[in-house]
């Protein structure tokens, strides 16, 4: 095997392993009953359409727990890597520095897969068939774009506290901002305000920056009643996921790159 594909293996490895380490699994665990146990009282508390309500009300509260815990995770193990001075060693190595990121990246993302793998397969007993796999395809790349985000943030600001609210004041506006664009956009709203001016300008401006997440994982695909509908429409809102991935996962791994190259070992 060719040297670097050897360290970038165990690399991913010893990342898989750390997470074994602090109880990740377990974490995950008790999220997912956590999220089951809030679905049923949601339902429960439903007058109509209780297993649509249950459904929803569990993919979201799954997404946002695989999100959260995953960015966390990121963030916490690589500052310990880094206090360990394991990075350092790493770098100090005669292979490319993009080995080292790369192997990181692999390394979360099988963890993504067994998350995903996981959660989707608790979402078919919710959901038809093709809306489910959807759901857990389009959480596999918000899961990968927020963990290489996660990743350039320990790997710049070496502060977990800095790093998670980066991530999560990022998450939360790519999640919000179409939502935000169309109520400063309102017909409420003062068209002659130089504030509400500003405001817009403001909002068009993250909107062409960030990625689009509110088209992300949507709980809509869960709904038993538009199973064939929300069929038709996955090709196209599965493109639409993989394309923005792609694109901002490499800006991301690029903007890391740029990180690890200027350091001194």
């Known amino acids: 095997m060719n040297p670097n594909l050897r360290i970038l293996s165990a690399i991913a490895a010893a990342t898989l392993l750390e997470s074994r380490r602090t109880h990740f699994p377990l974490l995950m665990g008790l999220l997912t009953l956590s ?8 339902s429960t508390l439903a007058i109509t359409e209780s297993a649509t309500i249950g459904a929803m009300t569990l993919g979201g509260f799954l997404r946002l727990a695989a999100i959260l815990a995953m960015a966390l995770f990121v963030l916490t193990s690589q500052a310990r890597e880094q206090q360990d001075k394991g990075m350092a060693q790493l770098l100090s190595l005669e ?30 007993l919710f959901a038809a068939p093709l809306p489910a796999l959807g759901w857990g395809i ?32 990022f998450y939360l506006l790519a999640r919000s901002v179409t939502a935000l664009r169309l109520v400063a956009g309102g ?21 062409f920056l960030l990625p689009d997440l509110e088209r992300f994982t949507r709980s809509a695909w869960l709904i038993q009643e538009r199973a064939i509908e929300m069929t038709a429409q996955l090709p196209d809102a599965l493109g639409f996921v993989l ?23």
């Open 138 to 169: 389009s959480l596999l790349c918000e899961m990968t774009l927020i963990s290489t985000l996660a990743l350039l943030c320990q790997l710049s600001f070496h502060n977990v506290p800095i790093g998670f609210a980066t991530v999560s004041a």
């Open 95 to 124: 292979s490319p520095r993009a080995i080292y990121l790369f192997g990181k990246m692999v390394g979360y993302l099988w963890i993504h897969l067994a998350i995903v793998t996981l959660l989707t397969g608790l979402m078919l």
């Open 243 to 265: 394309v923005q991935t792609l694109l901002y996962t490499a800006l991301l791994a690029a903007a890391a790159l740029l990180d690890l190259y200027r350091k001194s070992v």
């Open 187 to 207: 017909p409420i709203m003062p068209d002659s305000a130089t504030s509400v001016m500003l405001m817009s300008s403001i909002l068009d401006g993250l909107a």
């Open 35 to 42: 999220g089951l146990g809030l679905s049923l009282f949601a």
